[in-house]
């Protein structure tokens, strides 16, 4: 019974092609974040939501867009993926305590862009 | 600009030696430093926050600000340590988490 759930769990999709992430949380958090990680530069903020009308770019957001459909759902969308987005993408929650409060991290999606 | 900087991308010890995993922040505010890690098929999570000054499972880290580093330090090391390791910063004014590059600690029977 994961905290915050993320599908696909893999994917391979094709240059061009327009692909959705999805993420959900039973936290009951506010804020919600995706990043990616790639071999040697760690973990990159795409967007982030401090709540349903609140969405802010990271520091990697081009080429990227997200909806939050609920305070438990948080999408991510490649509109026309291309092959330097292949990478491993995760979806974290974290409360309003400040930013001392524990994030709380999806189990990744593999994407995977040819 | 805030910035993470973990200079090993790869470290490797014995079982028993001391480990120590070196992280720089660059941040002109206040700074609020963490450590998380990922062990293999898991999750990220939560290993440990400088304001705690809590030791987990035998890590310890202390925050330096004079030298602006937050390193992870366990005196034994033990082959269950072996994983994913990412040093992070807390952008107080932001609410958001930036990460370092991350370094891979294997632990050698």
């Known amino acids: 019974d994961a905290d915050v759930t993320q599908t696909p769990r893999n994917r391979i999709t094709k240059t061009g092609k327009r692909i959705m992430l999805e993420c959900s949380q039973t936290?009951?958090?506010?804020?919600m974040y995706w990043y990616r990680q790639d071999p040697g530069l760690g973990l990159r903020l795409i967007y982030y939501?401090?709540?349903?009308?609140?969405?802010n770019k990271g520091e990697i957001s081009d080429g990227y867009s997200v909806s939050r459909q609920a305070q438990a759902k948080f999408s991510l969308s490649l509109e026309s993926a291309i092959p330097n987005q292949t990478a491993l993408y995760f979806c974290a929650t974290s409360g309003t305590g400040g930013t001392n409060t524990e994030a709380f991290f999806g189990q990744g999606t593999r994407l995977t862009v040819v | 600009a805030q910035r993470v900087t973990q200079p090993e991308k790869l470290l490797s010890v014995f079982k028993g030696a001391p480990v120590e995993l070196k992280c720089n922040y660059s941040y002109s505010g206040s700074p609020e430093l963490f450590w998380y890690v990922q062990y293999s098929r898991q999750r990220l999570q939560l290993l440990l926050r400088?304001?705690s000054r809590e030791s987990i499972k035998g890590f310890t880290a202390d925050l330096n600000k004079g030298e602006t580093s937050f390193h992870l330090k366990k005196p034994f090391a033990q082959e269950e340590d072996s994983a994913m390791y990412y040093c992070a910063l807390g952008l107080r004014g932001a609410q958001k988490l930036v990460f370092g590059q991350g370094t891979r600690l294997t632990i050698n029977p």
């Open positions: 936290k009951g958090h506010d804020r």
């Open positions: 939501s401090f709540d349903v009308k609140d969405i």
């Open positions: 400088h304001i």
